[in-house]
């Protein structure tokens, strides 16, 4: 249990590996069909499998879009076939629905994603409801994570001051997306991230366990 100095109002959580699984099996298969279907490739050509995808992976989307050839005309094909694919995958990862139904006594929730709003909601299903504000990528017209233009939108929406909001994800781009507005940080070690990641980034909080986002006010 951590004990919370800092007084908070909001927390902004990542979606895809914090609140729920990362499977690379369903996002090896995912891209397999993207680069068949739309890029009209050999997914041969860039991995043979799920263990060479995940050297090949890289979290920033745009550049793996860039190396497939998934050119902008192409990404809602491509989207569609991603989420129809991937997304039977994904599962919750079991102790969150406790984490957010005691978070939410205390602080207002929100979730910023560069996966789609809609796809988010639809995998959340009533935990949904739990969220003050989500906003994905067809929110932010392409600024997704780091930059900070979906974060500034929830702290409007849900009118925190920076300094009273902590952003919570696996991810660097998580990381920096909450250091560039001055909101606090929230390295979580169970998703993409390690803690020798979170070591470098130097966030507010490292938590090992969805449990330890449960704070002792």
Known sequence: MLVLKEKLSLIVFDFDGTLVTTPWKGLCRAYQEIIEKVCKKDPRTFFKNTGEFKRWYSHDLVYNHQR??????????????????????????PVIPEVLNRLGENYQLAILTNRSRQSTVKLLGELAQKFAVIVGEEDVRGRLKPDPDGLWM??????????????????????LTGQNVGAKTGFVTWGFGSLKDAKLLKPNFIFRKPEELCFNR
Do not use: C, R
């Open 68 to 93: 497939i050839g998934l050119l902008p005309e192409m990404e809602e094909e491509g989207k569609g076939i991603f989420y129809e694919i991937y997304d039977p995958f994904v599962d919750i990862y």
């Open 154 to 175: 929830i702290l409007e929406q849900t009118g925190i001051n920076p300094e009273n909001a902590l952003m919570v994800g696996d991810v660097k781009n998580d990381i």
